[in-house]
Structures are given as structure tokens and as C-alpha cells.
């Protein structure tokens, strides 16, 4: 079957604009998280949706970061007015539990 | 303050060979520890993972060993192969379902 996928797979943006990045989590997964990877980093939590609800939003760096996951499915990650030190991958990952995450392959963001 | 230390950074094994991968933690409230495995321009993928009421998990060539009151953890690969040529991490998940990741071991299977 699918597995997560993320949309786009890169993206590139100037500083100060609006991105949104999506995600569509292997279908039937309650559990939803993002994360942000810096190179040579591990992953950095920043939140986790369980259903339709933010059930854990503390790794959200500003409240320059939104996610939203409206109907318990598909989920996006905003971030406004881009700044240079957002640039990194963002992962998604889903699970039927927290227990086993599924990773999707990541979009990269650069912010010129 | 790095919730999880991992070390080394980088390992080169000769093919046959063992790789050991550590890693340690402060936060009793930890409840589960998972390993993933990372090539480039993909996602981590679950390896294997262990709780703490547990000292040691095995599956195929991968074994965690869990030493609860020392706050360590260690992945072990035996027979490594070429194709185990990745990143590594280790992570640990405490009781609010957010997990923490190490900063990665990058591993180099030498044919």
C-alpha cells in the first residue's frame, strides 16, 4: 500500500514569504507528527496530532509555525514570513500508534 | 539540552563485522526506545525498539541492549553488510507521546 507522502518535495522560497508544506499519512493512522531535520541533525520533534487534534504542539519554535489536520487525515504545516534559519527538511510521519512511526521521504525548504 | 546523546558520530566496519552504536539518556519518564535507520534523501524507517522493562531485543541481525539503571541503550548489527551503510538513530519517547532523537551515527560498511 501507499505510504506517507509529502508535497512538495522541495521547496524554494525568499525570505518573509507564506509556505505551506502537506502531508497525507498512510490512511487509517490516528497518530500524526512533524518534525524538522537540520543536516547532520537528528529529527526535532514539533507537533503531534492525535485525530484532528494538536495533542502536543510545544516543539513549534514560534508562532510563526501553524499545522492543521482538519478531518484526521491529511495535515499541513504553515510557516509565515520565512526567515533563513527555517530552511531544513520536514518530516511527517504517521502511525496506527506512537508505538511505530512511518516517515515520509520529507520536504526540503530553502529560504533565500 | 540534548534529551538523548548518541555516539560515535561516524563508525566504519569491515563487512562481517559488528557495529555498536550507543546511546544515554537522563529522563526517567522515557518509556520507550526505538532505533531508525536513514538513507539519503529518504525518511527514517523503524528498525527495532525496546522498553524498558526489557534488558535486551533481538531481531535478525539487529540487537538493543537496555541497561535501565545506567540510562543506556546500545544497537548492535551483526554480520554487517555493505548495504547497512546508513544513518542511524536512536530516540526515545517520554509520556507525552513526543519523542526525542539522537544526533545520528553514520555508518560505512567496507566491502
Known amino acids: 500500500g501507499a505510504g506517507v507522502s509529502q508535497t512538495p518535495s522541495n521547496k524554494v522560497t525568499e525570505k518573509g514569504k507564506y509556505v505551506e508544506l502537506r502531508c497525507d499519512p498512510i490512511?487509517?493512522?490516528?497518530?500524526l507528527y512533524w518534525y524538522r531535520q537540520s543536516l547532520g541533525q537528528g529529527p526535532e520533534f514539533l507537533i503531534y496530532?492525535?485525530?484532528?487534534?494538536?495533542?502536543?504542539d510545544s516543539g513549534l519554535p514560534n508562532d510563526r509555525f501553524f499545522a492543521v489536520r482538519p478531518e484526521g487525515s491529511v495535515s499541513t504545516l504553515k510557516i509565515q514570513r520565512t526567515e533563513r534559519g527555517d530552511s531544513a527538511v520536514y518530516l511527517c510521519a504517521s502511525g496506527a500508534s506512537t508505538d511505530t512511526q512511518y516517515f515520509g521521504p520529507g520536504t526540503r525548504l530553502t529560504v533565500l | 539540552q540534548q534529551q538523548v546523546k548518541q555516539s560515535p558520530q561516524s563508525l566504519i566496519v569491515q563487512k562481517g563485522g559488528i557495529s555498536i552504536i550507543n546511546c544515554a539518556y537522563e529522563n526517567t519518564a522515557f518509556d520507550y526506545f526505538p532505533w531508525y535507520q536513514q538513507f539519503p534523501g529518504k525518511g527514517p524507517a523503524l528498525l527495532i525498539a525496546i522498553r524498558p522493562d526489557v534488558s535486551e531485543k533481538k531481531e535478525g541481525r539487529f540487537t538493543i541492549s537496555f541497561n535501565k539503571s545506567a540510562k543506556q541503550f546500545s544497537l548492535h548489527i551483526m554480520d554487517s553488510q555493505p548495504g547497512d551503510s546508513a544513518t542511524y538513530f536512536c530516540?526515545?519517547?517520554?509520556?507525552?507521546?513526543?519523542?526525542?532523537f539522537g544526533t545520528g551515527t553514520s555508518l560505512t560498511v567496507i566491502p
Open positions: 496530532f492525535q485525530g484532528t487534534g494538536a495533542a502536543d
Open positions: 530516540a526515545a519517547r517520554d509520556t507525552g507521546n513526543q519523542f526525542y
Open positions: 490512511s487509517g493512522h490516528t497518530a
